[in-house]
C-alpha cells in the first residue's frame, strides 16, 4: 500500500524506519495506549519491520516515520465470511498529536481497504484512550461491543477493549 495524501503518506514499514518505529515503542504515552509491545533495542525494531510487512505500514512526512498503521486479517479462511473484513491499529508519535494527521493517515487507509473489496473495519480501543476514540468517531466508525482483554495484555486500571466498526458505506 502506497498512498500520498496532503500532509502525510503511507508506505510500507522499511528497515531505515527502525529507529523512529524503536522510539515510538519505547515512548509510554504512545506504545501503551496502542497496545504496542515495549522494545528496547535497535535490532528488535529491525526484526518486528521484517516481521510486520504487509500487515504494517508506515505513517510518513517527507520520508520520516512519524507513526504506523497495522492491516489484519480477522480470518485465514477466504470463505469465512470475515475475509472481506479487517482489523486495524495505530499510532503517531506524540510530537505530532492534534493536528488531524491521524484522521487524514486512516482516510487514506480505510478508503484504500474499500476500494480493494474490504467491506467492514474494526479497530479496538482502549475506553481511557479519548484521543483514538475520537479520531474512530470522526472517520464514522460506531461502537459495537466492549470485550475482555486477551490473556496477558493489561491496560492499567481499564478491564475491557471497546471495539468500533466501520461499514463500507457503499454497502448500506
Do not use: C
Not at 150 to 161: D, I, N, S
Request: charge should be positive; aromatic fraction near 8%.
Amino acid at each position: 500500500m502506497e498512498i500520498q495524501g496532503k500532509r502525510v503518506a503511507i508506505r510500507p514499514l522499511a528497515a531505515q524506519d527502525a529507529p523512529a518505529y524503536l522510539a515510538l515503542a519505547q515512548d509510554p504515552k504512545v506504545a501503551q495506549p496502542a497496545g504496542i509491545r515495549r522494545l528496547s533495542t535497535l535490532k528488535a525494531a529491525e526484526q518486528h519491520i521484517a516481521s510486520a510487512q504487509g500487515t504494517e505500514f508506515a505513517i510518513t512526512q517527507g520520508n520520516r516515520l512519524i507513526g504506523e498503521v497495522g492491516v489484519y486479517p480477522r480470518t485465514a479462511d477466504p470463505a469465512d465470511p470475515a475475509a472481506s473484513t479487517r482489523e486495524i491499529g495505530y499510532a503517531l508519535a506524540a510530537d505530532h498529536w492534534g493536528r488531524g494527521l491521524m484522521t487524514e493517515a486512516l482516510q487514506l487507509v480505510l478508503a484504500e481497504l474499500f476500494r480493494t473489496g474490504i467491506t467492514a473495519v474494526w479497530a479496538g480501543v482502549y475506553p481511557t484512550n479519548r484521543r483514538s476514540i475520537a479520531v474512530l468517531a470522526r472517520l464514522g466508525f460506531e461502537y459495537r461491543f466492549t470485550a475482555p482483554l486477551p490473556a496477558g495484555l493489561t491496560g492499567g486500571k481499564q478491564q475491557a477493549e471497546a471495539y468500533f466498526e466501520r461499514v463500507n458505506e457503499s454497502l448500506l
